[in-house]
């Protein structure tokens, strides 16, 4: 969740999220100025608050744990104070002056709503500390967890898709339909994102057929057996072929810890084929026996 802070005039009026925030008049330093908790827009007349980049930020600071720069700042997520200071301030700094009704609560559904993250800094470790000042405005739990990319997406083990052709014999007839199908089912990974598990989703969606004498088709249905066969392919002319099959597959994916489901923004595709196969054209006579006998007549 992204907290886009508008400039009226004197006034700064929270979009996202029910935050406003006294500003001193001016254009604001575009890109430089965080003192109001996120970096200002390019025109100077916002401030960018995003729960993730403050998360990261806070995750930058323990990783150096260990190191006399982990002493000097402390990050902390508590509530804001309900007033319209020209910076914002937090019960971690003392009593809150007099509630105004502007600080409002996050909206985040069944989600789990998150307070805004604070730090305080001092210059040596026995120096005092600054006030607790706002690095990011809050949001929902959701909005910090690792995002499955469509890339990482990609990258995933995704299987080939099944390719049935009916019948199934090795060569198939002229002007006969060739039945195909493959299965629509999803499949479940297990993957990891900044060393958090995550369990992914995934589901074919989509079908591409190439029929390899320059015919294609592309559809929603997995297909059907015969009789109720609903996808299938006509050869006009005989020669040796194969069919190849592209699936779409979509996602969704739950992070470790999150009661949550995320779709994963973009596809992924896999790809299968048969084994050549001959395209035959045949005609039917009359014969002398049957043609399953054995040893078979001269004439079949």
């Not at 925030?21 to 100077?44: C, F, I, N």
């Not at 898709?161 to 089912?185: H, Y």
């Amino acid at each position: 969740m992204t907290v886009r802070v508008l400039r009226r005039g004197g006034m700064v009026v929270g979009t996202t999220l029910t935050l406003v925030v006294l500003m001193a008049s001016g254009t604001l330093a575009a890109g430089r100025d965080t003192s109001y908790g996120g970096q200002t827009s390019e025109t100077g007349d916002a401030v960018e608050l995003n729960a993730r980049d403050g998360n990261e930020q806070q995750q930058r600071h323990e990783s150096l744990k260990g190191t006399p720069a982990y002493d000097l700042t402390q990050y902390r997520r508590a509530p804001r104070c309900n007033v319209s200071n020209a910076v914002p301030t937090t019960p971690l700094n003392g009593q809150c002056p007099p509630a105004d009704g502007v600080a409002g609560v996050n909206n985040c559904g069944e989600d789990v709503p998150l307070d805004a993250l604070w730090s305080r800094e001092r210059s040596t470790p026995t120096a005092a500390w600054s006030p607790w000042t706002i690095v990011d405005a809050g949001g929902c739990a959701a909005d910090i967890l690792p995002v499955l990319t469509s890339d990482d997406f990609r990258r995933l083990p995704l299987p080939a898709p099944t390719l049935t052709l009916q019948p199934d014999r090795g060569w198939a007839l002229v002007n006969i339909e060739t039945i195909v199908s493959t299965d629509p089912a999803p499949v479940t990974l297990r993957t990891d994102l900044l060393g958090i598990g995550v369990t992914v989703e995934a589901t074919p969606r989509r079908w591409a057929y190439d029929f390899g004498d320059g015919h294609t088709l592309t559809t929603s249905s997995p297909g059907r057996p015969y009789p109720d066969h609903d996808v299938f392919h006509e050869y006009e002319q005989p020669g040796t072929t194969t069919i190849t099959l592209t699936a779409e597959w979509t996602g969704r994916y739950q992070v470790d810890g999150s009661p949550l489901w995320r779709d994963v923004d973009g596809v992924a595709s896999t790809t299968a084929a048969t084994a050549p196969f001959t395209v035959e054209e045949r005609t039917s006579r009359l014969v002398s026996g049957l043609c399953t006998d054995v040893p078979r007549p001269p004439d079949c």
